[in-house]
């Protein structure tokens, strides 16, 4: 994937717009009318809540859609608000996130253009587009400094389990942020930030899907600055009919591992962790709800441990496999990974698709029943725990994920020391 | 008459040790060239590996072209190029040793029967090793897909893909270096169809009953309302 180029037809719009204050970019096609019936209740309740006095809402759609200049502010007090509509790139209609990463990165290099003083990209359901979020995102990034903020979703307990059991515990682990969501539909930028954004996913492309991680640019190009988050009371509706699991693991796992090596030198730097700000209301815990069935889940894993023992046997040490292996043993109902282990053998793959011990593609197909055996431990054990009990686990899984780090670094840098 | 079988015995003996005799110089110059060939492709062997790793070969190779590492991953760029260098060196050795050899005999029957042979032996030689490679990146992609998809044959699959990956390159070599002749080609057709033919069978025949009462059972089944997923992994 080359640097992010905005269309001729797009950079006319944006020299006829000129400037923003605040660029709300919406990461996918979006009929221009619902925008626009959207977009006036809510500048209006934006209102004198920040001090905005331009706002671009940019969407992926044809340019007869809207005209650039948009509709004026009906009163001093509201911002002026123009319609951006921009071609997306080719490229974005990839497989599941590498299509919204680049939408993603069109919409900050529009921010850039327009110079905005900050940048929220939303997703395109639109689920998002409520003002108490835009008001919360903007208050982080404009009111507070925050070069980044993400978003905190009210997510169920068996929900984004790849995201609770890989990519939050090892974006923490490697870059010292306690993010709960390293990549999201919705997030803010500062102005000043978007253009290094897209330099920098610009000299990571070139080798394998590309994704966007903001918390990862954010951690290793501003270390110094503040990553806040902020409470969404937000359901993305994500079609997951016709996704496999194997493909999406293989993409998000397989994108952050490859950011692991982009910034080895960076992350192999930090220790421990620092808490985040928060802002917004908490949403209230949701009712546990029927217990889920781990059966499946540990049916695969056993499947994967007869029949991928080869391959494992590439990439994870003799105590890592003897572990498994016992695990198999166990009785269903008794079935826990620890999250030492758990943690040991995300970190062994980093390693293994590092050095290119087996084929990425197999490498991160293998990794597959690993992480069905972890989730139907998980939910077993979760399954009856309250909502303060439930984020206690997780900041204990977190926390492993922390002190297994020096046996990555180890690992990392002295990788012939131990080769299985 | 003792006498003359003394002198047919020792005549013949003459000629022998004068045969060796003419053979030796052009066996002695065969070792030299090729021992000292050896020595030269390890040596650039050497000298190669050491550049390459000084300019970082493989890292520039893994960013462009990814295609080596994916199949084969234990052998580096710099691995294969020096390997490719030495036995080019082995190779070149034993032509240069086989013309000194026939320099000595003037007789040029070997070489040239080498020189028409080699190219053969090095397609071959990519054949197999491209087969060999093919057969283990697709049996391993068959398995950890038909894991994946909770196969539970998943690993017999693999099996079935890898050898018939390897019998066909088997019976492409052979016929690449003209061994067997039609030998092989039936050979090869029969083992082939055999397979084919005895899956078509064990599949037809032997689902046949199970095909009849699982299409008996769709056909009875009420229409089923689809649940929510209880789990969300993304």
Known sequence: MAVIELSDETKRQVERIGSADLVVGIAGPVPAEELRSRVEPI????????????????????????????????????????????????????????????????????????????????????????????????????????????????????????????????????????????????????????????RQTAASNGAGPALLWPVTVAATQFPQQAVGQVHVSVHHRVATEGLELSAVLGQMVGSLFQEMEQFAPQWQRVRGSQATPVWGNAPEEKPGGEPVDPQPMLDSFLLGSRNLDEVWRLILPPNVLLDLRRLTRTAPEQFRMPDELWAGIVYDFALAYRLRTISRVHLLGALTPLYLGWVASWIQEVSRLSGAALEQRQEQLARAWEEKKPYLLSRWRWPDRFNP | MWEQVEQSLHSSMVRVMNQVATLLPGILAFIVAFLLFLFIGWLLALVAR?????????????????????????????????????????????????????????????????????????????????????????????????????????????????????????????????????????????????????????????????????????????????????????
């Open chain 1, 43 to 198: 500048v209006a309740g934006l209102g004198s809540s920040v001090s905005l006095d331009r706002i671009v809402f940019a969407f992926a759609g044809p340019y007869a859609a809207a005209p650039a200049g948009g509709a004026e502010g009906e009163s001093a007090s509201q911002p002026r608000v123009a319609l951006l509509p921009y071609a997306p790139p080719s490229a974005a209609s990839g497989e599941f996130w590498s299509g919204v990463s680049v939408q993603q990165r069109t919409i900050l290099a529009l921010a850039a253009s327009l110079n905005a003083r900050a940048c929220i990209v939303l997703g395109a359901d639109l689920a998002a587009l409520q003002t108490h979020v835009l008001q919360l995102l903007a208050y982080a990034v404009l009111d507070r400094q925050c070069v980044l903020a993400m978003p905190v979703y009210p997510a169920g307990r068996y929900e984004g389990l790849i995201n609770t059991g890989i990519l939050s515990p090892l974006s923490r682990s490697l870059f010292g942020k306690r993010i709960h969501y390293p990549i999201a539909f919705d997030f803010a930028v500062s102005g000043g930030m978007c253009g290094h954004f897209l």
């Open chain 2, 50 to 234: 050491r550049i390459l790793k000084l300019f970082r070969f493989d890292e520039r190779m893994g960013r462009g072209a990814n295609a080596i590492a994916e199949w084969s991953p234990r052998a580096t760029p710099t691995m294969l190029v020096s390997r490719v260098i030495f036995w080019c060196f082995v190779t070149a050795g034993v032509m240069v040793g086989v013309s000194a050899f026939e320099a000595g005999t003037s007789e040029h029957i070997v070489s040239g029967w080498i020189l028409g042979y080699v190219p053969r032996i090095v397609g071959a030689a990519i054949l197999l090793l491209a087969g060999n490679v093919l057969a283990r990146f697709v049996s391993r992609s068959v398995l950890i897909t038909g894991v994946n998809l909770n196969l539970s044959y998943a690993r017999l699959l693999s099996m079935g893909v890898r050898w018939m990956i390897l019998v066909l390159t088997g019976a492409m070599v052979l016929d690449h270096l003209a061994l067997g002749g039609e030998i092989v080609e039936l050979g090869f057709g029969i083992l082939f169809g055999g397979i084919v033919l005895a899956l078509s069978l064990a599949v037809g025949l032997g689902s046949r009953d199970l095909v009849s009462r699982s299409l008996e059972r769709e056909a009875a089944r009420p229409v089923d309302v689809p649940q929510p997923e209880q789990i969300h992994h993304f």
